[in-house]
């Protein structure tokens, strides 16, 4: 049993195989293509690129190093038979995310326990929300933060590479 590198799939036969990458299928391989220039990316440039970022600007509160990072939070609402569940994840410095994941972690406690499914529920959303917010308080680049900057340094150096081919 594989995982696809690019949509996460699980397959068992079949898929494409590109250096150390498993594709599911053939668009996936394509859509796939910046995670093989990735793997060519010397590993110091690319925590340098997240060290760089983690440093930079909040897009919220606009305060430079207080650790901008990708960070999520979990909601959960329900009424007698209805559930609202929802996952976000946003990019902003350690207290901005704090202050989202504390309002989320509020928010299902509120309104979480109101149907039968919800008092199972709701500890496990509030659970999902404590462990976010413990890692708020990390003082380097997530590994999530790395792997998508990687991915898009490496989306715009083949962008380059066709538009020079291109001319």
């Not at 997240?50 to 999520?72: I, K, M, S, W």
Request: charged share 25%; with cysteine; glycine share 8%.
């Amino acid at each position: 049993m594989a995982v696809c590198s690019e949509c996460g799939a699980l397959f068992f036969v079949g898929g494409q195989k590109h250096g150390a990458r498993k594709f599911c299928s053939e668009r996936c391989a394509e859509k796939g293509v910046a995670l093989l220039v990735v793997d060519q990316m010397p590993k110091p440039a690319i925590n340098n690129l997240a060290r760089q970022f983690f440093d930079a600007e909040c897009p919220v509160c606009h305060r430079t190093n207080r650790g901008v990072d990708l960070r999520r939070d979990h909601r959960l609402i329900s009424a007698i038979v209805v559930q609202h569940f929802s996952d976000r994840q946003y990019v902003c410095c350690r207290s901005c995310g704090a202050r989202r994941q504390l309002g989320m972690l509020g928010a299902t406690l509120a309104l979480g326990w109101w149907s039968p499914r919800g008092i199972f529920m709701t500890p496990v959303w509030v659970g999902k929300n404590a462990f976010e917010l413990i890692k708020t308080a990390r003082n380097r680049p997530s590994a999530e933060i790395s792997d998508l900057l990687a991915r898009e340094a490496a989306e715009d150096i083949l962008a380059r590479v066709q538009t020079s081919a291109n001319c």
